[in-house]
């Protein structure tokens, strides 16, 4: 795409020669001769634009202010025949990218340009990275309807405007990290940088100097000043993953940090503030960790200001068949082919599986399945041995009766006997029923109601 560009000058062969010589680099290029011209033309974008600094009708510097408040991200290029020291700093104090003297070299002017509009358009692919990133993070975008998810969005938009210390629990691939995003692109900081580390991934050494940041000399290697991810993570979130693999020694220089907010960077002696919102995870129990001197009861309390436990993904099999759905949508998009469908023996298998990984499991299994299906619909077939084996073997065959029988009612009969049984072992509830079962909510509420089941929802108390 050709990038916009305007040339603020009263010289008429200035303004021809510009305008041709960017032309002819490919450059749309556009003119305004006077100060009040120029102005008329600021209710278009531009990419970049030339100024002349001294004008008859007005100062270029009031038209450079006057850009600067209505397109804040036009890279702005200042031009004049009077190198001044002073002009030169009170252009760059109200934004301007550069500052060149006539008579300029015509090769040092096209590298200042190229390198201006390369600002502007990291201006706004970062623009763009940010929106992209609050609408994938978003909470509403996390997928889920059981009421235990529902339940942890109600938490997440009570709790995003807080600088309250969040603790996430759950198991590996629950969408622990999924889940400190959303808070943080829905909070306050949501402008500011989402940083975040895995505690276990690192030596204590190492992980000291990512947290905190290192003076030059401070160990062999540190070659200059370094800061760490609390100064990185400035006024946002920093999100702690896996914190219940810290050593005793790393969470006591933690507990320091959130205690004092603030920071001593690795062979420094100055505190330096620091303002982060935390957001810790971790898939251990920290509360036995506690009990076996393993884990800092004051840090625990520290950290577990507000708690959220995921659910494992056998907990919410009602949100299997969306997430397949998503999963299957977002693989399709990125190979370029049609979202395939999948059968309703597939899908049961899927929906009875117990996923050890949950949802990052599940998401690799259809990642996987698209790279190497060439059918429109996905089978059992396609499917892994580890989630045919979990179902179990077919029935022992009965005798088929001479005269023949109704299989769809035969079938029809002992589900809802089965689902009787599962209700009366239940206590009536169809959700643990549902589980008992190996079924989904919605499927286990579809039948009961065909067959006139009963049982209540949900139990008392759940989310």
């Known amino acids: 795409m050709s990038r916009k560009l305007l040339i603020v000058d009263d010289e008429e062969s200035m303004v021809e020669f510009l305008s041709l010589l960017f032309s002819d680099l490919g450059y749309h290029v556009e003119t305004a001769g006077s100060a009040v011209e120029a102005r008329e033309r600021f209710g278009d974008v531009y990419d970049l634009v030339l100024c002349d600094i001294m004008m008859p009708d007005g100062n270029g510097l009031d038209l450079l202010k006057e850009l600067k ?60 990275l940010r929106r992209e990133l609050e609408q994938r993070y978003t909470f509403s975008n996390i997928i889920g309807r059981s009421p235990k998810m529902q339940a942890i969005f109600r938490v997440i938009e009570r709790i995003a405007k807080a600088p309250s210390t969040v603790l996430v629990h759950g198991e590996s691939g629950t969408g622990k990290e999924l889940i400190a995003r959303a808070i943080h692109f ?27 940041g290192h003076e030059r000399g401070a160990f062999t290697g540190a070659v200059k000043d370094k800061k760490g991810l609390f100064q990185e993570a400035e006024g946002g979130t920093l999100f702690l993953d896996e914190i219940g693999e810290l050593t005793l020694a790393m969470q006591v220089k933690l507990l320091r940090a959130l205690q004092e907010k603030s920071v001593r960077r690795v062979g420094g002696n100055r505190e330096e503030p620091v303002d982060v919102r935390i957001i810790a995870a971790t898939n251990r129990n920290l509360e036995e960790r506690v009990a076996q001197d393993a884990f800092r009861e004051d840090l625990y309390y520290r950290i577990n200001v507000i708690p959220i436990e995921l659910p494992p993904l056998r907990a919410r099999r009602d949100d299997i068949s969306l997430l397949v759905s998503h999963f299957l949508a977002k693989y399709s998009k990125e190979l370029g082919t049609e979202s395939p469908r999948i059968s309703l023996e597939a899908m049961a298998a899927l929906e009875t599986y117990d996923w050890p990984g949950n949802v990052r499991e599940l998401e690799n299994l259809i990642e996987r399945i698209l790279a190497l299906s060439e059918g429109e619909t996905i089978s059992v077939r396609d499917l892994p041995s580890r989630l045919l084996s979990q179902r179990g073997g077919p029935p022992e065959l009965i005798e088929l009766p001479a005269e023949g029988l109704d299989l769809e009612g035969y079938l029809e009969e002992i589900r809802g006997q089965l689902m009787q049984q599962a209700l009366e072992r239940c206590g009536g509830v169809q959700t643990q029923a549902a589980e008992l079962l190996g079924m989904s909510f919605r499927s286990f509420r579809y039948y009961a109601k065909k067959s006139g089941a009963g049982g209540s929802g949900e139990a008392e108390g759940d989310p």
């Open 69 to 128: 408040e209505t397109n804040p991200s036009t890279s702005v290029i200042m031009m004049t025949a009077y190198t001044s020291s002073k002009s030169a700093i009170e252009a760059m104090k109200l934004g301007a990218y550069d500052y060149v003297s006539k008579p300029f070299d015509v090769e040092e002017l096209k590298v200042v340009v190229e390198k201006a509009l390369e600002k502007t358009l990291l201006v706004e692919e970062n623009v763009y």
């Open 186 to 212: 829905s909070s306050p900081r949501a402008e500011k940088r989402f940083m975040s580390i895995n505690c276990g991934a690192l030596p204590e050494g190492l992980l000291e100097s990512e947290l905190f």
